[in-house]
Nanobody, 123 residues
Framework: QVRLVESGGGLVQAGGSLRLSCAAS????????MGWFRQAPGKEREFAAA????????YYADSVKGRFTISRDNAKKMVYLQMNRLKPEDTAVYYC????????????????WGQGTQVTVSS
């Protein structure tokens, strides 16, 4: 079975940093694009960042560009999201996801999802 397990969420003050981790198992990790999505209460799940499998290209939502960095370690089957200069607007549950195809900004293109980790940014 495929499992994606997020960790690293927590409470941080505005301007601070957090590093999220996602451990993958049960899938050919190196052939999947990996993404991070987030969902705030009462809002739709939205794209945050993604990294592809073929050339390692990265993609970011405008709202996080310049502050977040996604990376992956295929040997360890891990994907990370380094979040710097956090804002209260970043508060959400963050989900790790795996996609076998392109169009990484679309949640519907991801086959597998973790259960999420809470990130709360205080003013």
């Amino acid at each position: 079975q495929v499992r994606l397990v997020e960790s690293g969420g927590g409470l941080v003050q505005a301007g601070g940093s957090l590093r999220l981790s996602c451990a993958a198992s049960g899938l050919p990790f190196s052939t999947y694009g990996m993404g991070w999505f987030r969902q705030a209460p009462g809002k739709e799940r939205e794209f945050a960042a993604a990294i592809n499998w073929s050339v390692g290209g990265t993609y970011y939502a405008d709202s996080v560009k310049g502050r977040f960095t996604i990376s992956r370690d295929n040997a360890k089957k891990m994907v990370y999201l380094q979040m710097n200069r956090l804002k209260p607007e970043d508060t959400a549950v963050y989900y790790c996801a795996a996609s076998p195809a392109g169009n990484y900004m679309m949640a519907g293109n991801y086959n597998y999802w973790g259960q999420g980790t809470q990130v709360t940014v205080s003013s």
